[in-house]
């Protein structure tokens, strides 16, 4: 089966009327937009648009056969999520975004970095892309240098992490959209995962 996504031409349901700003901080604006939708009623909408506008990033750092991941404490969610380096925009160039969170989380630049596209984590509410990479690394790397946000590195085999994510142990969104477009591309293999 293969599956074919064909682009929406029609008009928009919803369009703006009057942009509204509720809260402004340098991570992040919410708007509370006065909007009208297609059949002439107001309504209103929610976006949140993180970083000025500019895409965060989500980094699979790999090296031969394992996989970074970080231990950060999420405070939105009130737990320590085991997950891949990923962050807001520290510029204009999602590329150099990425490694200056490398850098922060796990201690040094990779030796390449692969655009793998982009994804929008929750489009409901969220108006930013977060930018898709995967970074080779000749050896692994563990000495954060953002230690007040990373607690921990580990390099966990490939296999390892695709049972941590069919156990449901990885819960975190980007770190199942970027595992997921490493594998679709090749830059990973798949073999079964044991589930623990």
Known sequence: MTLSIQPVTEQAPVALAAERVVCSTRFLTLYDDDVLFSDGKPG?????????????????????????????????????????????????????????????????????????????????????????????????????????????VRWEPVRDLLAAIAAGEITDGFTLAVTCQALVRGLITFSPPRVR
């Open 44 to 152: 209103r909408h929610h976006r949140l648009i993180q970083s000025g506008g500019r895409p965060g990033v989500a980094v699979l750092p790999y090296c031969r056969g394992r996989i970074a991941l970080v231990r950060v404490w999420r405070y939105p969610i009130a737990a320590w999520e085991w997950g891949i380096p990923r962050g807001s925009a520290h510029s204009d160039s999602a590329a150099m975004s990425a490694a200056g969170e490398l850098t922060e989380e796990l201690g040094e630049e990779p030796e390449t970095l692969q655009p793998l596209g982009i994804v929008y984590p929750d489009s409901g509410l969220l108006a930013g892309a977060v930018h898709l990479f995967a970074a080779r690394y000749a050896e692994p790397v563990s000495v954060p240098l953002d230690t007040r946000e990373v607690a921990a």
